[in-house]
């Protein structure tokens, strides 16, 4: 079994449900989740939209490989109604990343591990220091804390409910 750790996004239609159904769904078709932070309502990062999103990060066990794992994110986002649009940053009802899978260095194009800019994120960084602080980033080989805190991202991550 390895060990991966995802950032889920939502800002369209039922935020919550979204985040439900998606934590349903990576239980169902890639693994059993340890552990999920709690839910963060942030700006928009890198485009300009009205609706906030809700982020979550879930440390999760698998038998699938980076790219077994890709292919299951893809149908669980398909199946939860998004559409892949050309523009890199926009709205949409789900989004999930693989942010670390052990502490493998993947660099194709189509699969790129550890997630090139979740360390430029907060609202991927504060989610993932709550349940996993001391996790040591395998390219820039500092803890999450220490990227949460030489971030340069100055936007609000706060607790949701």
């Not at 239609?13 to 934590?23: D, F, H, T």
């Not at 990060?57 to 790219?67: A, I, N």
């Not at 979740?118 to 395998?138: D, G, N, Q, T």
Request: aromatic letters at 6%; hydrophobic letters at 40%.
């Amino acid at each position: 079994m390895k060990i991966a750790f995802l950032g889920i996004g939502t800002n369209l239609g039922e935020r919550e449900s979204n985040l439900e159904q998606a934590v349903a769904r990576i239980e169902e078709y890639i693994g059993t989740i340890l552990i999920s932070s709690l839910v963060y309502e942030t700006e928009p990062w890198g485009f300009q939209a009205t609706d906030e999103f809700l982020n979550l990060v879930v440390k999760v066990e698998t038998e699938l490989t980076p790219s077994g794992l890709l292919g299951r994110i893809l149908m669980i986002e398909s199946l939860l109604g998004r559409v892949r649009c050309q523009t890199q940053y926009s709205s949409r009802l789900i989004d999930i990343d693989i942010l670390f899978y052990e502490d493998m260095i993947i660099e194709k194009e189509t699969l790129k591990i550890p997630h090139p800019l979740l360390h430029k994120r907060k609202f991927v960084l504060v989610p993932l220091c709550e349940i996993a602080p001391e996790l040591i980033h395998p390219v820039l080989k500092k803890t999450v804390a220490e990227l949460l805190e030489i971030c340069e991202d100055k936007s609000e991550v706060k607790k949701y409910k």
